[in-house]
């Protein structure tokens, strides 16, 4: 009994220790592990796909038939919006307006989940030019998160679900319908403190807003599930679905400048 | 003993890989199964009382939890290590497993 007594007194002081220098010591098994949690990763993602298409094949061909009518009408509307866009640049050269310019970004791919909570890691880090509180997003523009911690070749990736985070969001559509996103962990969102008198609908697209500046305007966030409003309180909620899916995802591009 | 220690670091360093890398991507409800946390609880379980091989095991594998994590290291180790004892104490007390003991 002594002997484990000493043991876990040996231990504890040793960890206190550790925590000094946490980030070399991550840092250290990060370099080493990097290689095969990458190839751990895309097993995953394969055998993901592989089995999520024997056991929902009777739904696929429903989907694909969906998805299909879904993409002709987004070909149409792509090019309405390419049209509207030429108009409002030769608009803003007209006016001598500053023109939109597009993300300075750096690619990167995702190695690993954090065991308990809601982060990432990517293969990117200080050497590569990453600093911390860079937004993170898909080739999409798909908000996944922000830089939390940066290494020397690796960072941690705080996702938008986390506890911690919070951002000014917006309903695609409806400027003056505007709240904030909070994390509840396990990649569950909550769009709170929204006016009641804004209509919010299951569906509405959350995009990110320019408010608070943590994170560039228009960027893709979720999709409304369930709206809570009530007469008693103040503001309304509303559950958010993200629209990001870290199993169904490799790449990442970091926006270096916005 | 220094053999077993060394076979287990390897062991649970792999499944910490496999654990945030593989098993990520066949989560229920967003929840991943502790492949550490469940080999140490089963082999305590079937380890014989008076062993206490299954206390440096389990201290082993809360290290590579805390290092795969963005907790301070030594969260996972005391959580798992005092899980243990708790174990180990209450199979000595409470429970007898015949086979087990032969």
Redesign the interface.
């Known amino acids: 009994m002594r002997k484990i007594l000493f043991f876990i007194v040996i231990i504890i002081l040793i960890f206190s220790l550790l925590n000094f220098f946490k980030k070399e010591a991550r840092s250290f098994f990060y370099s080493f592990s990097a290689p095969i949690q990458k190839f751990f990763w895309r097993i995953g993602e394969k055998s993901s796909n592989f089995l999520s298409a024997i056991f929902k094949a009777t739904d696929l061909k429903k989907e694909k038939d969906e998805l299909e009518f879904e993409n002709q009408e987004l070909i149409i509307r792509v090019a309405e919006l390419n049209k509207l866009k030429e108009e409002n640049k030769s608009l803003k050269q007209a006016l001598n307006l500053e023109l939109d310019k597009d993300f300075k970004l750096a690619f990167a791919q995702i190695i690993s989940k954090d065991i308990s909570q809601d982060f990432i890691l990517i293969n990117k880090g200080n050497q590569d030019g990453i600093l911390e509180n860079m937004p993170v997003i898909t080739e999409q523009k798909v908000l996944i998160g922000r830089i939390s911690e940066t290494y020397k070749n690796f960072s941690k990736v705080m996702l938008i679900s986390h506890k911690e985070s919070s951002f000014d969001a917006k309903i695609l559509n409806q400027e003056q319908c505007s709240g904030v996103i909070r994390g509840l962990g396990n990649f569950n969102l909550l769009f709170d403190f929204i006016s009641l008198e804004n209509e919010v609908h299951p569906g509405d697209i959350i995009l990110t807003s320019c408010l608070g500046g943590i994170f560039p305007e228009n960027l893709l966030v979720g999709e409304v599930k369930k709206v809570k409003k009530s007469d008693l309180e103040s503001f309304q909620q509303a559950e958010i679905e993200p629209i990001f899916n870290i199993s169904k995802s490799s790449n990442v591009f970091i926006i270096l400048e916005f | 003993m220094i053999r077993n220690t060394l076979i287990f670091i390897v062991i649970f360093y792999f499944l ?12 229920i ?4 199964p ?1 492949l550490i946390l469940f080999l140490v609880i089963i082999w305590n379980i079937l380890e014989k009382s008076k062993n ?1 091989f299954g ?2 095991q389990a ?1 082993a594998g809360g ?1 590579f ?10 969260f996972n ?2 959580i798992l ?1 005092f899980s243990v ?1 708790i174990i180990k104490l209450f199979l000595k007390s409470y429970v007898r497993i015949p086979f087990l003991e032969k």
Do not use: K
């Not at chain 2, 910490?16 to 989560?27: N, P, Y």
């Not at chain 2, 939890?65 to 030594?74: E, P």
């Open positions: 910490a890989l496999i654990q945030t890398s593989f098993m990520v991507h066949f989560s409800w967003g929840l991943v502790n206490n206390i440096y201290a290290f939890l805390d290092i795969f994590s963005n907790r301070l290291i030594g180790v005391i290590v004892i």
